[in-house]
């Protein structure tokens, strides 16, 4: 008789348990030596978003720490270049990191975090001027590390001119400030996200539009063009623990500019537009992924991997950035064959006229990153954990009737919103690129 054959029913419960995670550690780690080998040669990077991708709210979703679990090796270190990619702009990039590490269990560093206001250190001819910045948490933490110098915030104007926010009728104060009168004037806005008092935030920042700079001076006539006025987060809904997303900071976006075209009777223009669906937030990741593979050994990244849950900024930010790189693919080929029939050798400049879908933002700016090298595919897979749900007829990038929950400034194209590819979770998002990549 076999020595099975004598075990108890609980002995033998025991050790058909030991032997099915003795299979799954195997599995696991010939896997991970699959993956470790490809990665060595691979030429991919992945850009996560967080929100609806990886937890909802504060919750983690269930396939998340799986899926990370396949992108490092034994030292919990990344093989494959990785950003997590948000458009939430109301932390710092290490505290972020530190969150992310806590809810996954492995190591995120701050340099893999892309904020929506991260590109903002590349506009330095702000960095010296007098901004107010909105939004919620340490904003000014926020701002003075991304280099701004001189910055205030819309609490402490409503502290100086205590007669502009009068909504709030408990909050009125009647005592005037005696520094108002040597109130330097604000040279720019930054809108970093969605504040909390949004009637505040509404008056205060359109009184500093319309008086140029000075609430305390009623012009004569409305300045035209205002202020630089440069937002981050372009988000209509996002998704938290609710049935139902949420409102953004693109819904506050939208109350500014109707309350100050109709106030003005002229449109809020933008100096820039920061955070996704925008180019020069995937240019920037761009750069920071190549610069991830440089560390691992590699040559660049050719195939970006964007993974999101909302086809209105996620899918259609990745989507836009590739039509950007084969654009700019077909000019430098166009530009070679010149060269070649030329018979000129010399260096030809990629400026702005061979750039046109970021170069209204580009030209603002001067930055490294700009020379840096581009991947050559920009890839879009949608999840259906978060605002996307294919259940569901709120927010999705096939219905006949097509929604618009881009910014204003965006145009409606919904090719741009159709994924390369669809999958449940995260988890399933990884898998198929390893598949793709072999």
Request: with cysteine; aromatic share 8%; net charge neutral.
């Amino acid at each position: 008789m076999s020595i099975i054959g004598k075990l108890n029913f609980q002995e033998l419960n025991n050790l058909n348990l030991c032997v099915k995670r003795l299979a799954k550690h195997c599995c696991k780690r010939q896997f991970n030596k699959q993956i470790s080998s490809s990665t060595r040669c691979g030429k991919f990077g992945f850009l996560f978003d967080i929100d609806g991708v990886i937890v909802r709210g504060k919750r983690l979703l269930p396939s998340a720490r799986a899926a990370f679990e396949l992108l490092i090796d034994r030292h919990g270190h990344f093989q494959v270049p990785t950003l997590f990619v948000t458009n939430a702009g109301n932390s710092l990039r290490q505290q972020k990191a530190e969150q992310l590490s806590e809810w996954l269990k492995i190591k995120v560093d701050a340099d893999q975090v892309v904020m929506s206001h991260s590109p903002l250190k590349m506009f330095r001819q702000f960095h010296d001027k007098k901004v107010l910045v909105t939004g919620q948490g340490p904003v000014v933490d926020i701002a003075k590390g991304l280099g701004f110098n001189d910055v205030i915030t819309v609490d402490e104007i409503r502290h100086i001119f205590t007669n502009l926010d009068m909504v709030d009728h408990e909050r009125r104060k009647s005592a005037p400030c005696g520094f108002q009168d040597y109130f330097p004037r604000i040279e720019a806005v930054i809108l970093f996200g969605e504040p909390v008092r949004w009637e505040t935030h509404l008056q205060l920042v359109v009184d500093i539009l319309l008086a140029n700079g000075k609430p305390n001076e009623a012009p004569s006539e409305i300045p035209y063009p205002h202020l630089p006025v440069l937002a981050c987060n372009m988000d209509l809904l996002w998704m938290a623990e609710a049935s139902m997303p949420r409102f953004g900071h693109g819904c506050f976006l939208v109350c500014l500019e109707q309350l100050y075209q109709k106030l003005s009777g002229r449109e809020l223009k933008y100096t820039a537009l920061i955070g996704k669906p925008s180019e020069i937030t995937y240019h920037h990741a761009d750069h920071l992924l190549y610069q991830q593979a440089k560390q691992l050994g590699w040559e660049n990244v050719d195939n970006i991997y964007c993974i999101g849950d909302n086809p209105e900024t996620d899918i259609y930010g990745a989507n836009l950035y590739n039509r950007y790189l084969q654009n700019r693919a077909y000019q430098m080929r166009n530009m070679k064959k010149k060269r070649v029939i030329a018979g000129n050798s010399s260096t030809l400049d990629v400026d702005s006229d061979d750039d046109e879908l970021i170069s209204s933002v580009v030209n603002t700016i001067e930055d490294e990153e700009l020379e840096s090298n581009y991947a050559m595919n920009c890839h879009s897979i949608l999840v259906c954990t978060g605002v996307y749900c294919s259940s569901r007829d709120y927010v999705t990038y096939d219905n006949k009737k097509p929604s618009n929950h881009n910014h204003r400034d965006f145009v409606l194209d919904p090719h741009l919103k159709q994924p390369n590819y669809v999958v449940q979770n995260v988890h399933e998002a990884v898998q198929l690129v390893f598949q793709k990549e072999q």
